[in-house]
């Protein structure tokens, strides 16, 4: 029996998967680092921690479930996970990612990839054409959509006719909409990355990552991954994410809504310039982001009139706080161009719109009325 997506972020597969003899109802954090062997040569599944842990196995079960992938690995950060992604790969190879990134993502390529020998072209995939820029080395291409923080999207299936036709795989970094809104395996992904810190875990407590695949190809190469370099997640924190994705729908929902009460208000600020959310009808990214996905998300940016106004905001909200990171209960407000994108070369960074003018904010799920109030405030208190 396939259980629709809300009934998985609870039960997973079903309540058949977990193993538990007492009847608990939370599923039980297995503090343990190794596991008793009944005789030489058998094993109850379980060996040693790094290599598997049942509260490890519940939390990849249950988001392998809610992405349509055969397996999903959970890592301690995100981070972690897109760096243990990156051992899938040689020496002498190339990857194409899009140059509007997360900023942690472009600084291990650059800074750690790089010097292992793999090589990148940095393009905007939403307007190049990708294609061109495939070359005989090439081995994948790696997207965010909607994009950090210019919230530009990406035609997934686009993407991955591509990627199918010159034999690469497609990477989606799905962190900003979650797999309540957005699905890439539907759409021709080959691997999915999430950091569960944001929307899975979704309480602005706990740090993990997580590594989706669709095929028992690379999830055995990603298995032998985790066991040897060890940068898996740890018992209690994978409780915390599994506890946080029983809530995912109606947080996202709720997120969502506020997000764009607030992107309506903000619109309507004169100090305002301009505001980046793809559920703006009138933006570059509606008409795609309507077809792929079912819902438009929680994360905007916006650009004020000054450098000025942005610090004066970032300073005198009373409710919001101004810290880095999203998909939280908290709304949070985030300064691209010093926090999350410090690391991306200014070049690159002004080429793409992240001045010292624009602000990221993740809606939470506080009242609309008390964030937008506390906005207004921030702006307005302003003296030009
Ligand atoms: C936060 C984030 C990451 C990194 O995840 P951590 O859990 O902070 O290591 C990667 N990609 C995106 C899109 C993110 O927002």
Not at 64 to 88: P, Q, R
């Amino acid at each position: 029996m396939d259980y629709a997506f809300a009934t998985r972020c609870i039960y997973g597969k079903g309540r058949g998967c977990t193993f538990d003899r007492t009847g608990a109802i939370s599923f039980p954090i297995y503090q343990t680092a190794t596991y008793e062997h009944p005789e030489v040569g058998k094993s109850m599944g379980f060996d040693y921690s790094r290599l598997q842990n049942p509260t490890r196995q519940q939390a990849e079960n249950i988001v392998a479930s809610l992405e349509g992938g055969v397996d999903a690995l959970a890592f301690s950060t995100g981070m972690a996970a897109i760096t243990a992604m990156m051992e899938l790969f040689k020496p002498g190879d190339h990857l194409i990612t899009d140059s509007d990134l997360y900023g942690g993502s472009i600084r291990l390529f650059n800074h750690i990839s790089k010097k292992n020998g793999i090589t990148f072209s940095h393009i905007d995939c939403s307007t190049e054409d990708v294609e061109s820029f495939v070359q005989e080395n090439t081995k994948a291409v790696f997207i965010e959509t909607p994009t950090n923080p210019m919230m530009n999207v990406i035609d997934i299936r686009k993407i991955s006719e591509i990627t199918k036709r010159h034999g690469l795989l497609l990477i989606v970094d799905n962190t900003f909409m979650s797999p309540y809104f957005q699905t890439p395996f539907e759409l021709g992904a080959d691997i999915i990355i999430h950091s569960g810190t944001k929307f899975l875990g979704g309480h602005n407590d706990t740090l993990a990552g997580f590594i989706v695949a669709n095929s028992h190809e690379i999830s055995e190469k990603l298995r032998f991954i985790i066991k040897t370099t060890g940068s898996g997640l740890s018992p209690f924190d994978s409780w915390l994410i599994i506890r946080g994705i029983k809530t995912l729908p109606l947080r996202m929902e709720k997120a969502q809504e506020n997000a764009k009460a607030i992107v309506g208000f903000l619109l309507n600020e004169i100090a305002v310039k301009k505001v980046y959310y793809p559920g703006i009808p009138e933006s570059r990214g509606y008409e795609i982001c309507k077809k792929q996905a079912r819902g438009f998300g929680s994360m905007l940016a916006f650009e004020v009139e000054s450098k000025e106004l942005a610090l004066h905001i970032l300073k005198n909200t009373e409710l919001i706080p101004f810290a880095e990171s999203l998909g939280g209960t908290e709304t949070l407000l985030t300064y691209p161009a010093t926090q999350t994108h410090a690391d991306v070369p200014e070049e690159v960074r002004l080429r793409n719109g992240i001045t010292d003018k624009i602000l990221r904010l993740s809606a939470g799920i506080e009242d609309k009325d008390d964030l937008i109030a506390d906005l207004k405030q921030a702006i307005r208190s302003f003296r030009r």
